[in-house]
T-cell receptor
């Protein structure tokens, strides 16, 4: 099982402030996902990368969210400005297997917007 | 209708019981199916893939019913440590777009 390191683990910010999350896969994987999980719900896909290309970002609120994956390894997810409804866990995952669709998550970044 | 639906539960069962969860999906072209387990305040972790012919891993059995478009997870001889939320995952479009259900919460009691 590949490792995925996320930082920060916990973040509390005031609304309208910016916030950024980092995802560092320990070993190289072509497929990288960002999911958001609200309390009591399943994870929802925000964006999927194949190498450095964002191949599915239809669920990413582009007015305030942005993401990048430079050199096809590490990735960042940014929210600017944050809103109260953005409070959630932001999960980064990598894909393994022949089609990259067996995914393994990092521990997540817990965001609270006050 | 949601693309992947689960009964949120909770399912409260005594130790040693057998419990089953279903998960329905809307896209008949879906090809890949998985069950994940998520403990409180932890990330989801892969429990098992679901194969067309059904598959078993110890006390856990996963099955796929393509005609009715659902997958199931059966847990035999429930343990206290099985208490968690179980998430089904389906690829709902071509490629690697994986959609999660909302999860089913299981509580195993002494």
């Amino acid at each position: 099982e590949a490792g995925v390191v996320q930082s920060p683990r916990y973040k509390i910010i005031e609304k309208k402030q910016p916030v950024a999350f980092w995802c560092n896969p320990i070993s190289g994987h072509n497929t990288l996902y960002w999911y958001r999980q609200n309390l009591g719900q399943g994870p929802e896909l925000l964006i999927r990368y194949e190498n450095e290309e964002a191949v599915d970002d239809s669920q990413l609120p582009k007015d305030r969210f942005s993401a990048e994956r430079l050199k096809g390894v590490d990735s960042t997810l940014k929210i600017q400005p944050a809103e109260l409804g953005d409070s959630a866990v932001y999960l980064c995952a990598i894909g393994e297997g022949s089609s990259g669709n067996t995914i393994y998550f990092g521990e997540g970044s817990w965001l609270t917007v006050v | 209708r949601k693309e992947v639906e689960q009964d949120p539960g909770p399912f409260n069962v005594p130790e040693g019981a057998t419990v089953a969860f279903n998960c329905t999906y809307s896209n008949s072209a879906s090809q890949s199916f998985f069950w994940y387990r998520q403990d409180c305040r932890k990330e989801p972790k892969l429990l098992m893939s679901v194969y067309s012919s059904g598959n078993e891993d110890g006390r856990f059995t996963a099955q796929l019913n393509r005609a009715s478009q659902y997958i199931s997870l059966l847990i035999r001889d429930s343990k206290l440590s099985d208490s968690a939320t179980y998430l089904c995952v389906v690829n709902t479009h071509a490629g690697n777009m994986l959609t999660f259900g909302g999860g089913t919460r299981l509580m195993v009691k002494p």
